[in-house]
């Protein structure tokens, strides 16, 4: 689902949602949320700091919860940074897979359904779109080739 569509629809739809999901389809949740459109989703909006890039020296405090998990043979942690815009509270069926640096999960994988329901707060497609922070792009493409193979392998 890419970022930035509106709650209403989502909330109109939800029931849609939730049973494709219950009945092994696969989600792709892009950018957070501004609904708990899902059982289980918990997304809390953070202040996002959009300029940390431009001082000298300066890094996003983003890093792999496990360094063995399988995303990180297709990205690489510095092909995540950009900014994110909040964070997927804890949850015992949460997959944490990037978090910052007091352990809030970027990106995750639900374990609650059927299907799988992979979650991120980082917007790649909205900057494809917008035509700019270029790093976006090998983040999507990569992260997109890893859902694909992460499907496969669970069939």
């Known amino acids: 689902m890419a970022s930035r569509l509106n709650g209403k629809f989502l909330m109109q739809n939800a029931s849609k949602l939730l049973d494709y999901i219950n009945n ?5 949740l892009l950018g957070g949320v501004d609904c708990d459109f899902l059982p289980y989703l918990d997304f809390k909006p953070t202040e996002v700091n959009f300029w940390w890039w431009l001082n000298e020296g300066a890094d996003l405090p983003l890093y792999a919860f496990d360094v063995s998990h399988r995303l990180w043979d297709f990205l690489r942690i510095d092909e995540c940074k950009w900014h994110y815009h909040g964070v997927f509270k804890d949850n ?47 983040f999507f493409e990569k992260y997109m080739r890893w859902i694909e193979t992460d499907i496969l392998e669970e069939k």
């Open 92 to 138: 015992d069926k949460y997959e944490k897979i990037l978090v910052n640096e007091i352990g809030e999960s970027i990106i995750c994988k639900s374990h609650h359904f059927k299907g799988n329901l992979y979650l991120t707060s980082l917007d790649p497609d909205f900057h494809i779109g917008q035509g700019f922070m270029p790093i976006t792009i090998p």
């Open 24 to 28: 092994g389809g696969n989600m792709v």
